[in-house]
C-alpha cells in the first residue's frame, strides 16, 4: 500500500518536472558567484577583487554586474548568448531589471556588454560601445585579458554610479582596492548573524541584495544568486 | 480503497493539467510580448531621421540608398495595424513583410557606410550606430520572446485537455500567428570596425 502510493507521487513529480526539464535545454555555466571565469582567464587574485568591487557597487546601489567569462559561445551570436545567461541567471532585482553582465568569449574574440532593462537608460547601448572600443578592446588585442575585465569592469561601475566624468578613458593604472576588505569582513559578520538569527526570508533579501528568487545551484556559490532580473537585448558587442 | 486512490489520483492529475485560467493568462503574455515587438520595432523607425541626416552630412551623393530606407521606413510607418492583427494572417504578413523591407535597407545602407572614413569617425554617428545595432538586438529578442509566447498559446488551444476547456468557455481564443524566422529578415546589419 505505501508502495503504491510512494509509486503514485513519483509519477506526479514526473509529469509535473517533465515541463520545466525541457527548458534548460542549452548549457550555460553555473552562476558560482559575481565573477564566472569559466574560460580560466583570470588570476585569483583578480577574481577576488573584482567581486569585492562588484560586491559593493550592489551594496550602495542594488544593481547586480557580474563578470562571465565563457570557453565557448556554442555557435550562438554573442548578443543571443548574453540574454540567455542573463535571463538564467535572473541577474538584477527582480522587477527593476536592474543587471548588468561583462560577458567575454576569448575564444572567439568576442566580447559583450549584456544591460538588463532598469539600466538601459544609464549604461545606454552608445557607452557600452565606447567602454567596449576605448577600454576593453586595447587591451585585448595587446594581449592583456585581465587588464581589460579589470579596466572595463571600472568603467562600468563608473557609469553605473552616475559619475560625472565617467565617459570611458583611455586604459589607466590602477590602484588597488583598499575598500575591499573592510566591506567582506562586515558582510561575513552580518552573515553570521543572520545565520545564528536563523534563516527568517526578511533578512536575507537585506543582505543579499534582494535575491527574492532563489535558483538551482546559486546558493553554493558564497551565497551569490541572481534576484531575477530580465534582459532584453541591450547593451553592445565587440571583437578583437 | 485501491479503486478510490486511484480515482482520487487520477482526479488530481486531471485537475493539474487542466488549468482553466490558462488560455486568458497566456493570450495576456501573448499581447503583452507583442506590444514589446511593436515597440521595438517603433524604436528602430524613431532613430532612422536623425541616423539619415547624419549620414546625409558626409555622404550626400548616396541618396539612392537613403532615398529607399526613408520609403522602407515610410511603408513600416503608415501602416494601420488593425487591433487582432496577431490573429489575422494577412496583416500580420504585412506587417513582418513592411519590417523585412526596413532591415534590409537599414542593411544595405551600413554596407555603403563603410566607405567613408569620416562619417564612421563621427561620434553622434557611432552612437546612433550602437543605437541601432542595439536595437536590433532587441527586436530579435522580443520576436524571439513572441514566438515561444505564441507557441504555449497555441498549444494551449489545440491540445488536450486546453482545447476542450477552450471550447466550453472562451470560444472566441484563436489561434495567433506567428513569426516566420527568414534569414535575410533576421540579420542585423553587419558592421565591422
Redesign the interface.
Known amino acids: 500500500m505505501r508502495r503504491l502510493v510512494f509509486t503514485l507521487l513519483l509519477v506526479v513529480v514526473a509529469v509535473v518536472t517533465t515541463g520545466t526539464a525541457q527548458a534548460a535545454g542549452l548549457s550555460l555555466p553555473p552562476l558560482t558567484g559575481r565573477v564566472v571565469d569559466q574560460a580560466g582567464i583570470l588570476s585569483s587574485a583578480a577574481e577576488q577583487t573584482l567581486a569585492a568591487e562588484l560586491q559593493a557597487h550592489e551594496q550602495s546601489t542594488g544593481q547586480q554586474v557580474v563578470v562571465a567569462t565563457v570557453a565557448s559561445l556554442d555557435e550562438r551570436d554573442i548578443a543571443e548568448y548574453g540574454v540567455e545567461l542573463g535571463r538564467a541567471w535572473g541577474i538584477g532585482q527582480k522587477d527593476k531589471n536592474t543587471g548588468a553582465i561583462l560577458l567575454v568569449a576569448p575564444n572567439e574574440r568576442a566580447v559583450r556588454i549584456e544591460v538588463g532593462y532598469g539600466l538601459e537608460g544609464t549604461l545606454t547601448d552608445a557607452t557600452s560601445r565606447l567602454i567596449i572600443e576605448n577600454v576593453i578592446r586595447p587591451q585585448f588585442r595587446a594581449g592583456n585579458m585581465e587588464a581589460g575585465i579589470v579596466t572595463g569592469v571600472d568603467a562600468i561601475l563608473a557609469v553605473l554610479r552616475g559619475d560625472p566624468d565617467a565617459a570611458p578613458q583611455p586604459p589607466r593604472a590602477r590602484a588597488k582596492d583598499p575598500g575591499g576588505f573592510p566591506v567582506i569582513t562586515v558582510l561575513i559578520v552580518i552573515f553570521v548573524i543572520t545565520r545564528f538569527m536563523g534563516r527568517r526570508r526578511g533578512v536575507w533579501p537585506l543582505v543579499l541584495g534582494a535575491p527574492t528568487v532563489w535558483r538551482g545551484g546559486s546558493r553554493r556559490g558564497g551565497g551569490f544568486g541572481g534576484g531575477g532580473g530580465s534582459f532584453g537585448g541591450g547593451g553592445a558587442s565587440g571583437r578583437w | ?2 479503486v478510490r ?1 486511484l480515482a482520487v ?1 487520477f482526479t ?2 486531471a485537475l ?2 487542466c488549468d482553466i485560467n490558462a488560455v486568458p493568462r497566456l493570450d495576456e503574455e501573448v499581447k503583452a510580448s507583442w506590444s ?1 515587438v511593436q515597440n521595438q520595432y517603433q524604436r528602430r523607425a524613431d532613430l532612422i531621421p536623425n541616423l539619415v541626416e547624419t549620414v546625409k552630412g558626409y555622404a550626400a551623393h548616396e541618396s539612392q540608398t537613403l532615398e529607399a530606407v526613408i520609403a522602407a521606413r515610410a511603408k513600416a510607418t503608415s501602416m494601420q495595424l488593425p487591433e487582432n492583427v496577431t490573429q489575422d494572417p494577412e496583416a500580420f504578413r504585412q506587417f513582418q513583410e513592411n519590417q523585412a523591407g526596413l532591415t534590409s535597407a537599414l542593411a544595405r545602407l551600413m554596407v555603403v557606410v563603410e566607405q567613408y572614413p569620416n562619417l564612421k569617425a563621427d561620434q553622434q554617428f ?2 546612433l550606430q ?2 541601432l ?3 536590433e ?6 520576436r524571439k520572446d513572441y514566438i515561444a509566447t505564441v507557441q504555449r498559446y497555441n498549444t494551449e488551444l489545440r491540445t488536450f485537455p486546453g482545447r476542450f476547456v477552450a471550447a466550453v468557455l472562451y470560444p472566441d481564443a484563436k489561434v495567433k500567428e506567428t513569426f516566420t524566422a527568414s534569414e535575410a529578415a533576421q540579420q542585423a546589419p553587419a558592421v565591422k ?1
Open positions: 480503497m485501491l486512490l489520483f488530481v492529475l493539474a493539467g514589446q557611432i552612437a550602437s543605437q545595432e542595439g536595437t538586438n532587441r527586436i530579435a529578442v522580443a570596425f
